[in-house]
């Protein structure tokens, strides 16, 4: 995150988009530093997180009205629903005192969608939420024993809003990117691989959702994280390496920020002929630990171990694409990280 916000720093960019924006962290750092920011995801619970964080205006908030009803969803007393069944008693996500809980305080925001809060408390429940859980920090599986977090109670805290202004949009990039600018940087980082975002953070989506859906497997997965209309060609092999090269082309920006990993579909090379249509392009790398289940493996609803944990290291690509002057500029203090092409 220090790379990508020096290197926006650098840019000298007023306005950028985010083009996978996800928990908004990158979208939020661009927004941090002044910019009028666009976060764009296919998720549901990415277009809550981009409209607390990025499309609204903490300036514009009544901070006043918004710790009063911080206050009274605190209070109010659980009540056993969908959430405490299929994530607490059937799972193990957050154990059922607090589940209750949360199925009480999102049962209180449903009937007040029209509220301009509501993205701002449901985001606050979300983030409670993950603060208690029992979980390696993905929620494809759960920890054999509870975690020391998970008894601690459910508290909603105020969001870090952010002053300025910004947009929220839920779609599929290849479709948006053509649609959506101008812009002066355009951040991309697609999906790496099959595991589709939605799968990782389906109880996320549930909150968001909240359709009380059929599920399957041990992490009582959302039904639709294995039905094809809900994936993107980002997760298919076949299909990945001309959308990615479809989003770069098409997306309305002068300068683009790609990021990747050398445990992907694409290579180094391809990465460089992909944006090589944008103009000057620059690529560093840097090495970065991979996900927890890849150093503690993967366990089943008993708790006894099902795979084995892999290599605990991977490299981090960045490239930076357009005018030479400027994408010079921006990568000139990171000299050291600096590649030319896939060793």
């Known amino acids: 995150m220090p790379l990508l916000s020096d290197l926006f720093a650098r840019s000298g960019a007023s306005t950028a988009i985010d083009m996978f924006s996800g928990t908004t962290r990158v979208a939020r750092a661009f927004k941090e530093h002044g910019a009028d920011v666009t976060a764009v995801d296919i998720t549901r619970y990415g277009e809550v997180l981009a409209r607390c964080y990025v499309a609204t205006d903490s300036n514009l908030v009544d901070l006043d009205r918004l710790a009063s009803e911080l206050d009274r969803l605190n209070t109010l007393s659980g009540h056993a629903g969908y959430f ?11 154990q059922p005192f607090n589940g209750e809980r949360v199925d009480a305080i999102r049962n209180d925001l ?11 408390l449901l985001t606050s429940l979300i983030e409670a939420t993950d603060r208690v859980d029992s979980t390696t920090g993905v929620q494809m599986a759960y920890l054999k024993n509870w975690a020391p977090r998970s008894h601690n109670p459910l508290e909603l805290r105020l969001p870090n809003l952010l002053p300025g202004p910004g947009r929220a949009v839920r779609g599929n990039a290849v479709d948006l990117a053509p649609e959506l600018g101008p812009f002066d940087l355009a951040y991309l980082d697609p999906p790496y691989n099959q595991h589709r975002y939605i799968a990782n953070y389906h109880i ?40 990615l090269r479809s989003v770069i082309a098409a997306v309305n920006a002068r300068l683009v920020v790609l990021s990747y990993n050398d445990e992907s579909w694409l290579g180094l090379d391809e990465l460089f002929e992909a944006c090589a249509g944008r103009g000057h392009v620059a690529a560093l790398a840097f090495e970065s630990g991979r996900y927890v289940g890849a150093t503690i493996g993967i366990h089943n609803r008993e708790g006894h171990k099902v795979g084995t944990p892999g290599h605990r290291k991977n490299l981090e690509y960045v490239l930076v694409a357009g005018p030479e002057d400027m994408v010079e500029h921006m990568v000139e203090p990171y000299g050291k990280a600096r590649v030319d092409r896939a060793a």
């Open 84 to 94: 405490t069944k299929t994530f607490c008693l059937d799972a193990r996500y957050v």
């Open 110 to 120: 449903e009937g007040r969608q029209d509220d301009p809060l509501f993205s701002v």
């Open 204 to 243: 996320w989506e549930t909150l968001v959702a909240w359709d009380d859906p059929d599920h399957y497997g041990i992490a009582n997965k959302r039904v639709e994280c294995r039905e094809p209309c809900s994936s993107s060609p980002f997760n298919h092999k076949p299909l990945m390496p001309d959308a």
